[in-house]
């Protein structure tokens, strides 16, 4: 079955790099059709959708955040990094990644990880 | 970007009712639309993914429709377990946007 797990620093100290990592199994990010997203919930609001990666290494952001975000794939690690530099306190948030695939679900986020907590104060 | 919009933003409700959450695009979607139900401290959960198709494992009361620009989910006899936010949330391009969610409350 799909796995996916985050991690990385809780505690990020303005205006540091956060350097999230997703580590998942059960499926490969070589195959046509896959991805791996990663989307935020700061507490008490909505998801806010950051970034995508695809099997063939195309690589989306969002608009507003597209400056300061990286996402990377190891696939023979299946691995998925996500940096955000510049952290600021608005940046505290639960990070999650989640498995996508183009073709079975039409892009929706199928599988996610439990989320890591990350807490931007100096 | 594509808008999600959704209403209401929050609704009381009782075991057994019938519940309607509707989403809105700011553009036509076509059918790229799902569906994700949270509970507090957990991940969202997909639901329902191209406006209609139930995730393997999820109940039959929940069930969903549209297409263009307007969607709805409806869940046909609200279960205790139900009581939660939902999100919709647009796959047909980047970036990935989401409603701003609908909190399902107990009456």
């Known amino acids: 079955q799909i796995t996916l797990k985050e991690s990385g620093p809780t505690l990020v100290k303005p205006p540091q790099t956060l350097t999230l990592t997703c580590t998942f199994s059960?499926?490969?990010?070589?195959?046509?059709?896959?991805?791996v997203g990663w989307i935020r919930q700061p507490p008490g609001k909505a998801l806010e959708w950051l970034a995508l990666?695809?099997?063939?290494?195309?690589?989306r952001y969002s608009p507003s955040l597209k400056s300061r975000l990286t996402i990377t794939k190891d696939t023979s690690k299946n691995q998925v990094v996500l940096s955000m530099t510049n952290m600021d306190p608005v940046d505290t948030a639960t990070y999650y990644c989640?498995?996508?695939?183009?073709?079975?679900?039409?892009?929706?986020?199928?599988?996610w990880g439990q989320g890591t907590l990350v807490t931007v104060s100096s | 970007d594509i808008q999600m919009t959704q209403s209401p933003s929050s609704l009381s409700a009782s075991v057994g009712d019938r519940v309607t959450i509707t989403c809105r695009a700011s553009?036509?979607?076509?059918?790229?639309l799902n569906w994700y139900q949270q509970k507090p401290g957990k991940a969202p959960n997909l639901l329902i993914y191209a406006t209609s198709s139930l995730q393997s494992g999820v109940p039959s009361r929940f069930s969903g429709s549209g297409s263009g620009t307007d969607f709805t989910l409806t869940i046909s006899s609200l279960e205790p377990d139900d009581f939660a936010t939902y999100y919709c949330?647009?796959?047909?391009?980047?970036?990935?946007?989401f409603g701003q969610g609908t909190k399902v409350e107990i009456k």
């Open positions: 990666i695809f099997w063939d290494n195309d690589k």
């Open positions: 949330q647009q796959s047909y391009s980047t970036p990935r946007t």
């Open positions: 059960g499926f490969s990010l070589s195959i046509s059709g896959m991805g």
């Open positions: 553009q036509s979607i076509s059918t790229y």
């Open positions: 989640a498995h996508s695939d183009l073709t079975r679900t039409l892009g929706a986020f199928d599988y």
